[in-house]
Each structure stands twice: as structure tokens, then as C-alpha cells.
């Protein structure tokens, strides 16, 4: 499964850096961790029972520039797939768009901020499972909103970098376990550079 979904993120990476680039436009990648509270999917950082946990994953990153302070960025995540595919055998990809508004800059620095839009789709078993003792496996998919507020700087090599916090929420659905629709909240501390 995890070879499947890995041709898939590849695929979509490379469609969207050719649609996405341009002269003004950049890809590269985001680096993200913090929490969430999960009534539905099992979390591997956290005990049999616990509702939610820690959150992390690295992401392809390309963004398309409309205007000098209007950018759309499309984030495809990479590590907690193929981590969770090969390790774990469960599934939890969350691609997304974001809405990024740029502030007036003012010494190098602009204030960045936008709403975000994703689909999560998650395979596995729910949080009464563990990691020696799990429940049966279920599909579960369901739509996800974003809000990102942070900086965006610009090193001496003129290369982008980003830095945030992004609030999400997302419902989970699902037709096979009694817990759906499930709730996921969480906060995280993000991070974009430019190839």
C-alpha cells in the first residue's frame, strides 16, 4: 500500500510544480509539529485510550504567486505517509491549499496569514488500540479548514522562508466504526523554505 500511495504523492508533486511555476513563483518544503485532539484514529506517540497526540510530517511545498501580496499554496505531505505505511500500516495523508495574504514588508519581514482548505483520508484502527494490541482497521475521510498566521522573511541568498502557527479542524467520517463522525483539533508550528 505505502509503494501506491508514494507514486500517487509523486505524481502530484510533479503536476503541481508544473502548473504551479513561474517567474514568481517558488516550491520547497514545509516542516510542521504540534498537537491535536483525535476522538477517532489512533495515534502512534500516544497510549491505548488517549484522544490525540503529538503531530508532525514534512511536506512537498509549492506555491503560485497572483498578485505581490496574494499567494496559492499547495502542500502534499510526504513523511507521515510513507512512515505510517511502512511502520504502522495505517494510513493519514492530509494534502492541502492555502490562501496566503502577505503584509506590507518592513525590514526584510511581512506578516503572513490565510485560510487553508485540505481532504484528510486516514486508514487504521481507532484510539482504544495500541501499537502491540490494535483494533480492526477502517477508512475514514473527511474535509479539513485551516487559518495560518505567521512571518515571511527573506535570507541573504534571497531564497523564502515562512514561519507560523496554523489552527485545523477537520470531521472524520466514516461507515465502519461506531465513533464517526469523529472530531480532530489541533495547533501547529510550521515552517516553509524555498528550494
Same mark, same amino acid.
Given at each position: 500500500?505505502?509503494?501506491?500511495?508514494?507514486?500517487?504523492?509523486?505524481?502530484?508533486?510533479? &503536476?503541481?510544480?508544473?502548473?504551479?511555476?513561474?517567474?514568481?513563483?517558488?516550491?520547497?518544503?514545509?516542516?510542521?509539529?504540534?498537537?491535536?485532539?483525535?476522538?477517532?484514529?489512533?495515534?502512534?506517540?500516544?497510549?491505548?485510550?488517549?484522544?490525540?497526540?503529538?503531530?508532525?510530517?514534512?511536506?512537498?511545498?509549492?506555491?503560485?504567486?497572483?498578485?505581490?501580496?496574494?499567494?496559492?499554496?499547495?502542500?502534499?505531505?510526504?513523511?507521515?505517509?510513507?512512515?505510517?505505511?511502512?511502520?504502522?500500516?495505517?494510513?493519514?495523508?492530509?494534502?492541502?491549499?492555502?490562501?496566503?495574504?502577505?503584509?506590507?514588508?518592513?525590514?526584510?519581514?511581512?506578516?503572513?496569514?490565510?485560510?487553508?482548505?485540505?481532504?484528510? &483520508?486516514?486508514?487504521?484502527?481507532?484510539?482504544?488500540?495500541?501499537?502491540?494490541?490494535?483494533?480492526?482497521?477502517?477508512?475514514?475521510?473527511?474535509?479539513?479548514?485551516?487559518? &495560518?498566521?505567521?512571518?515571511?522573511?527573506?535570507?541573504?541568498?534571497?531564497?523564502?522562508?515562512?514561519?507560523?502557527?496554523?489552527?485545523?479542524?477537520?470531521?472524520?467520517?466514516?461507515?465502519?466504526?461506531?465513533l464517526s463522525p469523529g472530531t480532530v483539533l489541533g495547533l501547529v508550528f510550521e515552517s516553509h523554505f524555498q528550494f
Amino acid at each position: 500500500m505505502e509503494n501506491r500511495i508514494f507514486l500517487w504523492m509523486m505524481i502530484l508533486f510533479i &503536476l503541481s510544480t508544473s502548473i504551479f511555476a513561474g517567474q514568481e513563483d517558488w516550491t520547497g518544503i514545509k516542516i510542521m509539529a504540534g498537537a491535536r485532539y483525535d476522538n477517532i484514529r489512533m495515534c502512534v506517540g500516544s497510549d491505548a485510550g488517549v484522544k490525540g497526540g503529538p503531530i508532525a510530517d514534512i511536506m512537498f511545498l509549492t506555491k503560485k504567486q497572483f498578485t505581490p501580496g496574494q499567494v496559492l499554496a499547495l502542500e502534499i505531505p510526504v513523511m507521515r505517509p510513507i512512515l505510517f505505511g511502512a511502520a504502522f500500516e495505517m494510513l493519514q495523508f492530509e494534502p492541502q491549499l492555502t490562501l496566503q495574504f502577505t503584509g506590507k514588508k518592513v525590514d526584510n519581514r511581512s506578516l503572513i496569514f490565510g485560510p487553508g482548505l485540505g481532504v484528510s &483520508l486516514h486508514y487504521g484502527p481507532d484510539y482504544n488500540s495500541s501499537l502491540d494490541d490494535r483494533g480492526d482497521p477502517f477508512f475514514a475521510a473527511g474535509p479539513m479548514v485551516s487559518g &495560518l498566521i505567521g512571518i515571511r522573511t527573506v535570507n541573504k541568498n534571497n531564497k523564502i522562508r515562512n514561519y507560523g502557527i496554523r489552527i485545523f479542524y477537520l470531521p472524520l467520517f466514516s461507515s465502519e466504526t461506531d465513533l464517526s463522525p469523529g472530531t480532530v483539533l489541533g495547533l501547529v508550528f510550521e515552517s516553509h523554505f524555498q528550494f
